[in-house]
């Protein structure tokens, strides 16, 4: 088990699990722009986690907290055995992914699908929960397909919370299940806010973070008015400064703000002590490259990151000389 700092979570504000984005470097990196978030790991599947490189799956590093791993699966006792190794390695929360619409994920049995057998779904969180002590919490969707009534999305909160999980994160739009890739299932299905709002309204003991679109502080501000939590995914991404922002307004930080640059800077010692434990540089930086978005020489930054490391160039070199090219444009 790693090293716990023990704080009780707040979850204002947390980062989307992202797979082949939300990975422990990814994570690091997240930890140096919001001291606050709670951040995910990828969807992990019960199967790798049980027949593959196992500790492999499970690292992270522990300035990481407050971090949950994401598990895939729909077999109570695989998803059980799998969230006690998380638990005794360290991890804070074990979420059940029940909002992926990707077809290798409904051939599994798993993920949004899991939302038409709520009673499967509600064996799930208690065979989990009869085994662990860190809190068991669902990740979905508004509805499926057809099965998108408020009342059906009621139903699947009450029978799954009544089994023993108290924390929900809704994706405010559904999934439709054939016919969209998951790339669509994350833009063409409609937001709708307002369901969720009504949820928490309808279940106000339960902790209820809202997800979809959020790309501005202001508007993460204005969910919090009707929700306890807001999940960002792709901004986190693409313009991943603005976590900087959102955790000195959210968790009223008063310590002096960092630069692009003081971020990159600290980034970039992380980097050096991987790369000499055998990582591939180009592992690090792709999680940087929109961290400069919208300021003065990105497009530069941008192309330096993207760019074949060359031969002649020991590995770390290639990162200083990107951060002394972008610190000439911008702070
Ligand atoms: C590249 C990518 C990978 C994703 N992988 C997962 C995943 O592993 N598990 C999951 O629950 N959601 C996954 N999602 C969905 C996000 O967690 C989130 O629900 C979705 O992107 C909507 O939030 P956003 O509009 O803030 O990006 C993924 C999204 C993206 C863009």
Same mark, same amino acid.
């Given at each position: 088990?790693?090293?716990?700092?023990?704080?009780?979570?707040?979850?204002?504000?947390?980062?989307?699990?992202?797979?082949?984005?939300?990975?422990?470097?990814?994570?690091?990196?997240?930890?140096?722009?919001?001291?606050?978030?709670?951040?995910?790991?990828?969807?992990?599947?019960?199967?790798?986690?049980?027949?593959?490189?196992?500790?492999?799956?499970?690292?992270?590093?522990?300035?990481?907290?407050?971090?949950?791993?994401?598990?895939?699966?729909?077999?109570?006792?695989?998803?059980?055995?799998?969230?006690?190794?998380?638990?005794?390695?360290?991890?804070?929360?074990?979420?059940?992914?029940?909002?992926?619409?990707?077809?290798?994920?409904?051939?599994? =049995?798993?993920?949004?699908?899991?939302?038409?057998?709520?009673?499967?779904?509600?064996?799930?969180?208690?065979?989990?929960?009869?085994?662990?002590?860190?809190?068991?919490?669902?990740?979905?969707?508004?509805?499926?397909?057809?099965?998108?009534?408020?009342?059906?999305?009621?139903?699947?909160?009450?029978?799954?919370?009544?089994?023993?999980?108290?924390?929900?994160?809704?994706?405010?739009?559904?999934?439709?299940?054939?016919?969209?890739?998951?790339?669509?299932?994350?833009?063409?299905?409609?937001?709708?806010?307002?369901?969720?709002?009504?949820?928490?309204?309808?279940?106000?003991?339960?902790?209820?973070?809202?997800?979809?679109?959020? &790309?501005?502080?202001?508007?993460?501000?204005?969910?919090?008015?009707?929700?306890?939590?807001?999940?960002?995914?792709?901004?986190?991404?693409?313009?991943?400064?603005?976590?900087?922002?959102?955790?000195?307004?959210?968790?009223?930080?008063?310590?002096?703000?960092?630069?692009? &640059?003081?971020?990159?800077?600290?980034?970039?010692?992380?980097?050096?002590?991987?790369?000499?434990?055998?990582?591939?540089?180009?592992?690090?930086?792709?999680?940087?490259?929109?961290?400069?978005?919208? =300021?003065?020489?990105?497009?530069?930054?941008? =192309?330096?990151?993207?760019?074949?490391?060359?031969?002649?160039?020991?590995?770390?070199?290639?990162?200083?000389?990107?951060?002394?090219?972008?610190?000439?444009?911008?702070?």
């Amino acid at each position: 088990m790693k090293h716990k700092i023990d704080f009780k979570i707040n979850r204002l504000l947390s980062i989307a699990p992202m797979m082949d984005h939300t990975d422990k470097h990814f994570r690091y990196f997240m930890r140096l722009l919001s001291k606050h978030a709670v951040l995910y790991t990828e969807m992990i599947t019960t199967g790798a986690l049980i027949h593959g490189d196992r500790q492999r799956f499970l690292d992270f590093n522990y300035v990481e907290y407050p971090l949950a791993i994401q598990l895939g699966g729909s077999n109570p006792d695989d998803l059980a055995v799998c969230a006690k190794m998380a638990e005794d390695e360290g991890y804070d929360e074990v979420n059940l992914n029940i909002g992926c619409p990707s077809d290798r994920v409904q051939n599994g =049995q798993f993920g949004a699908c899991l939302m038409s057998n709520k009673n499967l779904v509600a064996d799930c969180v208690n065979k989990i929960q009869s085994l662990i002590k860190i809190p068991v919490t669902i990740k979905t969707r508004i509805g499926i397909d057809d099965l998108d009534s408020y009342e059906f999305l009621y139903d699947f909160i009450k029978t799954t919370h009544e089994a023993g999980c108290d924390i929900f994160i809704i994706h405010a739009r559904k999934a439709i299940l054939s016919g969209l890739s998951p790339k669509e299932n994350r833009d063409i299905p409609p937001l709708n806010y307002e369901r969720v709002h009504k949820l928490k309204q309808d279940f106000p003991t339960l902790n209820i973070t809202i997800n979809g679109g959020f &790309t501005e502080l202001d508007e993460i501000k204005t969910q919090l008015e009707h929700v306890d939590g807001v999940m960002v995914g792709r901004a986190a991404y693409q313009n991943p400064f603005m976590l900087v922002e959102a955790d000195k307004v959210l968790f009223e930080n008063s310590g002096a703000t960092p630069t692009r &640059t003081d971020i990159l800077n600290e980034y970039r010692d992380y980097v050096a002590e991987q790369v000499q434990q055998g990582e591939r540089i180009k592992n690090l930086t792709r999680h940087v490259i929109g961290l400069y978005q919208g =300021q003065p020489g990105a497009r530069k930054y941008r =192309q330096l990151l993207s760019a074949a490391v060359p031969r002649d160039k020991n590995n770390i070199q290639f990162l200083d000389e990107t951060i002394q090219s972008i610190s000439s444009y911008s702070p």
